[in-house]
């Protein structure tokens, strides 16, 4: 009886073209992101509470209740900074 052809070994070049190189490196944030980020969420929360504590006064007098507005948008780019923490 004959025997059966063997399949072709495959070449070296096409070998490592197939094997994954596996994931990618993971992204990191830099270093300075976490610091920044809690800061950003810190000073909006002392912007509220003094502005509490000071009847209305101060940090911005002129403001009136858009100190509120700031002191919860400062918050506000501190969370959005979370979003992209890794």
């Given at each position: 009886?004959?025997?059966?052809?063997?399949?072709?070994?495959p070449?070296?070049?096409?070998?490592?073209?197939?094997?994954?190189?596996?994931?990618?490196?993971?992204?990191?944030?830099?270093?300075?992101?976490?610091?920044?980020?809690?800061?950003?969420?810190?000073?909006?929360?002392?912007?509220?509470?003094?502005?509490?504590?000071?009847?209305?006064?101060?940090?911005?007098?002129?403001?009136?209740?858009?100190?509120?507005g700031?002191?919860?948008?400062?918050?506000?780019?501190?969370?959005?900074?979370?979003?992209?923490?890794?």
């Amino acid at each position: 009886m004959p025997s059966s052809k063997k399949p072709k070994k495959p070449s070296d070049a096409t070998a490592t073209d197939a094997t994954p190189t596996g994931l990618p490196p993971a992204k990191t944030s830099p270093t300075w992101w976490a610091p920044v980020m809690v800061a950003f969420m810190v000073i909006g929360l002392l912007w509220i509470v003094v502005y509490y504590l000071t009847d209305y006064t101060f940090p911005v007098k002129a403001w009136g209740n858009w100190n509120l507005g700031a002191g919860f948008g400062l918050m506000m780019v501190g969370f959005l900074m979370t979003t992209n923490w890794r």
